[in-house]
Nanobody
């Protein structure tokens, strides 16, 4: 199966910066896109940023100009650089990946390919003075 592991969260003062990482593992054959979402206590999960294999990006209005998402397809990794952080950015940040995985069966006699969509475990970001 495909797994995503996030890191880089923590406590930061308003105006500070953090860089989140999300590393994919498993039988990943091709990643179409990776994205970051966040969820604050009592609030709905929202899309923060997304990036395609080709580098096309989208951002939530609230983070545009402050956050930068990037992707390293060879490393199966996406990064979220967060600058000028506000208390409103406090949330659990989740990574998502969508793509194709390879499958091997019958002692490797043949292989197939199927779609996958996976989520990371989340990493806490707290902006507080």
């Amino acid at each position: 199966q495909v797994r995503l592991v996030e890191s880089g969260g923590g406590l930061v003062e308003p105006g500070g910066s953090l860089r989140l990482s999300c590393v994919g593992s498993g039988n990943i054959y091709y990643i179409r896109e990776m994205s970051w979402h966040r969820q604050a206590p009592g609030k709905q999960r929202e899309l923060v940023a997304r990036i395609t294999n080709g580098g096309d990006t989208n951002y939530a209005t609230s983070v545009k100009g402050r956050f930068i998402v990037s992707i390293d397809t060879a490393k199966k990794t996406t990064y979220l650089q967060m600058n000028s952080l506000n208390p409103e950015d406090t949330a659990v940040y989740y990574c998502n990946a969508d793509g194709t995985q390879s499958n091997y069966g019958l002692g490797g006699s043949f292989q197939s390919f199927t779609d996958f969509n996976s989520w990371g475990q989340g990493t806490q970001v707290t902006v507080y003075s």
